[in-house]
């Protein structure tokens, strides 16, 4: 039996027994994705996860940005572990979080993911679990994807029940939050019902202009792809958000009442009372990441 029959294995067993059929017990996950870089990717994982943290909501955020270190630096904490640690050098699931303000978690992605080639069928079984652990400490998982449209960015949306794309009205970033679209829609294990994309529209300077996004964004999606994408709101264009990145301070708790900040605060609101992906039912973080270890094959 090879390394991903045996992990299918683990996973179905642990559905069998049905550990967690509540949805309220499994931790949400969301990958925060773009088209075009510099985008306000982790600018917008750090402020979601402020404003969920704010909301009573425990939070880990997961740097796949793998090699930049984005969030660490907007965290001011640097990770003694990364996922390395776990995957291969048995580290706890515990040890490879390092705690950040607000007791948000931060988990970083290290050097990258290589696959299951060197692990046993005991190692692969314990590493379910241990990734289950997060159920335990965690309502949210906010996964953080690195520029560009890479197989891994992609390997991550596509095994995510839940997407936010980030896009700016310039030109180029909605063309290439279609490619990546694209990209998306054509990838092999993508399954339209299991991935719910919202759209999120940075910088903008009005209402207006943030519906624009969403509007042109959906439209060839669902002309060209037969896809459909929901809104979920807009973040302005702020120049308190740019003072505090240039401080390396997190603008929802720096400066609370800037636009921004409010923004964030609003759109978290949203997020939490819109109904999750009912898949995310049995597609749980271990799901997740042994989707993704597959895929690596
Ligand atoms: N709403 C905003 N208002 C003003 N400036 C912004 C806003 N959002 C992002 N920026 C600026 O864009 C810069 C890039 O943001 P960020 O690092 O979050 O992008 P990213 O998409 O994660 O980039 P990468 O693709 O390289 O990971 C920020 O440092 C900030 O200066
Ligand atoms: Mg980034």
Known sequence: ????????????????????????????????????????????????????????KR??????????ANVEVMFGAVPQYNLSDFLYRRKGIQDI???????????????GIIGLNNL???Q???????????????????????AGISEQVLEFVVASPEVLLISTPEPSSLT??????????????????????HVVSNRVVSEDEGQAVYDKLNSVVSQFLHGQLDYLGLIPQDAALERAVKQQKTVSISDPNSRSAKAFAALAANFLNGTRNPVSVHWGIAQMLSNFLMSRK
């Open 1 to 56: 039996m090879d390394q991903a029959q045996q992990l299918r294995n683990v996973i179905k067993r642990r559905e069998q027994n049905n550990l967690r059929d509540d949805l309220s017990q499994m931790a949400r996950i969301v990958t925060i994705t773009s088209g075009k870089g510099g985008v306000g990717k982790s600018n917008f994982a750090v402020n979601l996860a402020v404003q969920l943290s704010k909301a009573g």
């Open 59 to 68: 939070v880990i955020i997961f740097d796949a940005d793998f090699g930049l």
């Open 97 to 111: 979080i390092t705690p950040g303000p607000l007791d948000i978690g931060f988990i970083s992605g290290g050097s």
């Open 120 to 122: 046993d069928r005991e």
């Open 124 to 146: 692969i079984t314990d590493l379910v679990r241990s990734v289950d652990l997060l159920n335990d400490i965690a309502d949210f998982i906010l996964i953080d994807t690195g």
């Open 176 to 197: 290439d939050s279609y490619s990546l679209l694209k990209a998306l829609y054509r990838h092999p294990n993508f399954v339209v019902d299991a991935t719910r994309i």
